[in-house]
């Protein structure tokens, strides 16, 4: 039982004598992935949210546009529901990352520019002119379910 316990939640280990700043800064550090992890965990499961011809159902981690099932792997869904979460929000790239994979996920940035071309491609119109996922330049992006111009 004890080993349990110590594996779920003994994943730092900081020797003595240990500066108390570096203390601090773990602990602020093991909120920040709690609450990250919890605030992922805080959208209501059976959403279904509508923008243009599309449908996002949240629970079903399904996407349809104009009736017809969009595939989207799970990186792209988990970044398709931070955006659609967050309506009219602009969102930096490192956030995203952080929201969309979780604060430990080795992904880079830029990988989250990939991700965004690809649900340009699956949800869009026309990509090369998204009226959904805007890009807030030196910024990231936002969702605009209306798909007016930020």
Request: hydrophobic residues 45%; proline residues 6%.
């Amino acid at each position: 039982m004890i080993a349990s316990w110590v594996s779920k939640w003994a994943d730092d280990y900081l020797a003595k004598p240990f500066n108390p700043r570096e203390l601090l800064a773990r602990i602020n550090a093991l909120l920040r992935r709690q609450t990250a992890i919890v605030g992922a965990a805080r959208v209501p499961g059976d959403q279904v949210i509508s923008f243009g011809d599309c449908v996002v159902d949240l629970a079903a981690r399904a996407t349809r546009k104009s009736g017809v099932p969009v595939e989207l792997s799970t990186r792209e869904f988990n970044l398709l529901r931070v955006l659609i979460t967050h309506p009219g929000r602009p969102l930096a790239r490192a956030r995203l990352v952080e929201m969309a994979h979780g604060v430990d996920h080795d992904s880079t940035e830029r990988s989250i520019d990939v991700q965004v071309v690809r649900l340009r491609k699956a949800i869009e119109t026309d990509p090369a002119n998204p009226r959904y996922i805007q890009t807030v330049w030196g910024h990231g992006y936002l969702f605009a379910p209306d798909g007016t111009a930020a």
